[in-house]
């Protein structure tokens, strides 16, 4: 009866751990072919024609190298002599019958078992390298990440960067000619100037690319937008199938879906009212000013339709959540009642 009887037809990940498996048993030098792959005289498993099955078995012959340089002291010895008590207790046993045998003690794994063993080392090998992968990335690291206050970093080249609250800055590459990196959130930036090199931030479906400038950029709700204070800025999609060249007092949008918009003009007290925490608009709407309440305090607000549809002009101070949405619901002619840690609903006055 062969062993392969309980694996589902077109299993191919329990038939890639049977191969694994038998790979790991040893029974191709057996003689024993349980696979298309070995019938088609596949020796080694850097040949095999799926690639996470090359992947682990090259993780196992580095291991097993690897294992070899490890000195284990006394090991040899203790298995020696277990060898030599069962070989004498049976060797007795026979001698009688003037035969003479040997016995090798080898550990072993049942039968049935052997199976699950292989998924195991399967699986085991699989989240190995997915770690390994993630960490040993050298595109993307963590440089600064703002939390409930404003938090403010000089980087490499002596550009500094303001993280409003709840963003987070990646560094993507750091080389002489390019310093790439990614934004989440919203962030003033002050880049230094220097014509030997590229200074790019990605930010969603958006790319800044500067040589010396001041510009604001923020990424939320699928778009990114930024708004150039000082110098020039290229400002193109993450494809770079569009762009638009900024002169100052200019702003544009990329939306994931619609794509790069049309230059627009913009008030730079309003765009960086949030440096000195408080939140300028002029004839907005309400939803636009929550969605920025939102972000900038890390929580949820809910409004009905008619209310989200009313257009605002004025000034709240961004000191806490309740503050700020206890002044706008005045305006608004009702309060937001705080329903969760983080999570607030608007009420009608009565």
Do not use: C
Not at 226 to 247: C, K, N
């Amino acid at each position: 009866m062969t062993q392969n009887n309980n694996i589902p037809p077109g299993d191919r990940d329990a038939i890639l751990a049977m191969e694994f498996g038998e790979l790991l048993s040893g029974r191709k030098r057996s003689g024993r072919k349980l696979s298309d792959w070995k019938r088609s005289g596949g020796e080694s498993g850097l040949d095999h024609p799926d690639p996470l099955f090359r992947i682990l078995e090259k993780s196992r012959l580095e291991a097993e190298r690897a294992e070899l340089e490890i000195e284990v002291r006394g090991q040899e010895q203790g298995w020696r002599q277990i060898e030599s008590i069962i070989e004498g207790s049976i060797e007795g046993s026979i001698e009688s019958s003037g035969k003479s045998r040997r016995m090798r003690l080898v550990p072993a794994i049942p039968a049935k078992q052997w199976r699950w063993l292989a998924a195991a080392v399967v699986i085991l090998a699989m989240a190995t390298l997915f770690l390994l992968l993630r960490t040993s990335d050298p595109g993307l690291q963590l440089l600064a990440e703002s939390g409930d206050t404003r938090s403010t970093i000089t980087l490499a080249d002596g550009s500094t960067v303001t993280l409003r609250p709840h963003s987070t800055l990646h560094q993507i590459a750091l080389t002489e000619s390019e310093h790439t990196y990614a934004l989440t959130g919203e962030a003033l930036f002050d880049v230094a100037p220097a014509s030997d090199r590229t200074f790019a931030v990605q930010a969603g479906p958006g790319r800044v690319v500067v040589a010396g400038t001041r510009f604001n950029l923020n990424y939320r709700e699928n778009q990114a937008r930024v708004y150039l204070l000082d110098g020039s800025i290229r400002f193109e999609t993450i494809d770079r199938g569009q762009e638009v060249m900024l002169t100052p007092g200019t702003a544009a949008v990329i939306d994931e879906r619609d794509g790069l918009s049309e230059p627009f003009g913009f008030e730079p007290e309003e765009v960086t009212a949030w440096m000195r925490d408080r939140l300028f608009f002029r004839d907005r709407p309400a939803s636009s000013i929550l969605a920025e309440l939102e972000h900038h305090f890390d929580i949820t607000v809910e409004a009905p339709p008619d209310i989200s549809r009313e257009r605002l002009g004025g000034s709240i101070a961004l000191e806490t959540a309740g503050q700020s949405l206890g002044d706008l619901g005045v305006v608004l002619g009702g309060e937001f009642v705080r329903t969760g840690e983080r999570t607030y609903a608007f009420r009608t006055e009565r």
